[in-house]
């Protein structure tokens, strides 16, 4: 079964600081996605990715950078941390653009105090 | 460019009802059309997905067909469950992955 797994699964994190979330997948798909979840709402996209070292920008990007230095890895970088960017993180996957499932991770939740 | 609209916000409703979220798509393709899921605390996951030929998907209950003419993709059930409470998302795929802005349905006992 195809699987996305992130880490760290939740983080407190300092306002300022700089943040790190990691995925891995081993569905040997060509595109991760990272998508953000606010309480009660719906999922946003940040970054999405469909080569080895090379990000696009989605909906929502400012703020985060994004690292996808392998097929199998891509990272979120919130460099300098802010209370709005509390919130839950997803990472997915997909064979390609179209027409085909997308599978999500567990999710990270992110504290910013 | 691509777009799909669902019902907004919360759809409330008693357990042994029948359920119909709404989803209207625009594209210049012939996209699959998709239906996700998200229990609370959970991640979101695949509930049905269009089939090319006007097969009706169907799973756990659920059933949802895809009419180009009026670009709809509509969830139903013909049942409620309290287990069905979550948040649906439809989402388009013909040359990126577009999700709606999810609709909340919450089953009563």
């Known amino acids: 079964e195809a699987a996305v797994t992130q880490s760290p699964r939740s983080k407190v994190a300092v306002t300022g600081g700089k943040v790190t979330l990691s995925c891995h997948q081993t569905?040997?798909?060509?595109?991760m996605y990272w998508y953000r979840q606010d309480t009660g709402h719906g999922l946003r996209l940040i970054h999405y990715s469909y080569v080895a070292d090379s990000t696009e920008k989605g909906d929502i990007p400012d703020g985060y950078k994004a690292s996808r230095p392998s097929q199998e890895n891509f990272s979120l970088i919130l460099e300098l941390a802010s209370l709005s960017q509390t919130a839950v993180y997803f990472c997915a996957s997909s064979r390609d653009s179209a027409n085909t499932e997308v599978f999500f991770g567990k999710g990270t939740r992110l504290t910013v105090v | 460019g691509d777009s799909v609209t669902q019902t907004e916000g919360l759809v409330t409703l008693t357990e042994g009802l029948p359920v119909m979220l709404n989803c209207t798509y625009q594209s210049t393709y012939s996209p699959f059309l998709f239906w996700y899921v998200q229990h609370l605390n959970e991640a979101p996951k695949l509930l049905l997905k269009?089939?090319?030929?006007?097969k009706r998907p169907e799973h756990q209950g659920f059933h949802a067909t895809l009419h180009k003419s009026s670009s709809s993709f509509h969830l139903q059930k013909s049942s409620a469950q309290l287990s069905d409470s979550a948040l649906y998302y439809c989402?388009?795929?013909?040359?990126?992955?577009?999700f709606g802005k999810g609709t909340h349905l919450h089953v009563l006992p």
């Open positions: 989402v388009t795929n013909a040359y990126k992955v577009i």
């Open positions: 269009s089939f090319t030929d006007n």
């Open positions: 569905n040997n798909h060509d595109y």
